[in-house]
């Protein structure tokens, strides 16, 4: 079929718009460049997330869901930073508040708190964070090596990040995080 630049074009032909639509769906979904220019190769895209006054960035892939935060039941004698469990679906979900686990005290639980689900085979966690702020795209001029400015139990699992302006956001590896041996010692 020839390549249509418009649906429009298809309009009275239905079943050649509907193999306009099952080709560019199978284009997107094999994460092919859309005619539409959007997304280069070189580009970098990742999850822009808030905690506190911290601009942090989560590759795209390592992110399963974003939620508001589910309803959670404690565990006794867990660290203060395991906020608990919850029922996602019928998954049991361990609930960590990121900032607390960075030692910057605990999120204010408000209507911009998300839980983001980490994409792991065998760790089912998701973080607790102060906002999430989308997809964020980055050029390869725009990586620099510099870390976040804060010190703390998880500085060691950030690798650089991005600057654009005055904006700088760290990326935080997250399935270095919830491998640690920190993040699965949750035990008082």
Same mark, same amino acid.
């Given at each position: 079929m020839a390549?249509?630049?418009?649906?429009?074009?298809l309009?009275?032909?239905?079943?050649q718009?509907?193999?306009?639509?099952?080709?560019?769906?199978?284009?997107?979904a094999?994460?092919?460049?859309m005619?539409?220019?959007?997304?280069?190769?070189? +580009?970098?895209? !990742?999850? %822009?997330?808030?905690?506190? /006054?911290?601009?942090?960035? #989560?590759?795209?892939?390592?992110?399963? =869901?974003?939620?508001?935060?589910?309803?959670?039941?404690?565990?006794?004698?867990?660290?203060?930073?395991?906020?608990g469990?919850?029922?996602v679906?019928?998954?049991?979900?361990?609930?960590?508040?990121?900032? +607390?686990?960075? !030692?910057k %005290?605990?999120?204010?639980? /408000?209507?911009?708190?998300? #839980?983001?689900?980490v994409?792991?085979? =065998?760790?089912?966690?998701?973080?607790?964070v102060?906002?999430?702020?989308?997809?964020?795209?980055?050029?390869p001029?725009?990586?620099?090596?510099?870390l976040?400015?804060?010190?703390?139990?998880?500085?060691?699992?950030?690798?650089g990040?991005?600057?654009?302006?005055?904006?700088?956001?760290?990326?935080?590896?997250?399935?270095?995080?919830? =491998?640690?041996?920190m993040?699965?010692q949750a035990?008082?």
């Amino acid at each position: 079929m020839a390549e249509i630049t418009a649906l429009t074009d298809l309009v009275d032909k239905p079943f050649q718009l509907l193999q306009e639509l099952d080709r560019r769906s199978r284009q997107a979904a094999a994460g092919r460049q859309m005619d539409s220019g959007l997304e280069t190769a070189d +580009e970098w895209v !990742g999850v %822009g997330i808030r905690m506190g /006054d911290h601009n942090i960035l #989560v590759e795209r892939d390592e992110v399963r =869901e974003v939620l508001p935060m589910p309803s959670v039941a404690r565990v006794p004698g867990a660290q203060s930073w395991l906020k608990g469990l919850a029922n996602v679906r019928g998954q049991l979900l361990s609930v960590v508040d990121l900032s +607390e686990l960075a !030692g910057k %005290g605990s999120t204010l639980i /408000d209507r911009a708190s998300r #839980v983001v689900a980490v994409r792991h085979a =065998e760790i089912p966690a998701g973080l607790l964070v102060n906002e999430v702020r989308g997809f964020r795209r980055f050029q390869p001029d725009e990586a620099v090596d510099e870390l976040p400015d804060f010190d703390g139990p998880i500085k060691e699992l950030f690798r650089g990040g991005f600057r654009r302006g005055d904006e700088y956001w760290a990326v935080l590896r997250l399935r270095d995080l919830v =491998e640690s041996q920190m993040f699965l010692q949750a035990a008082q």
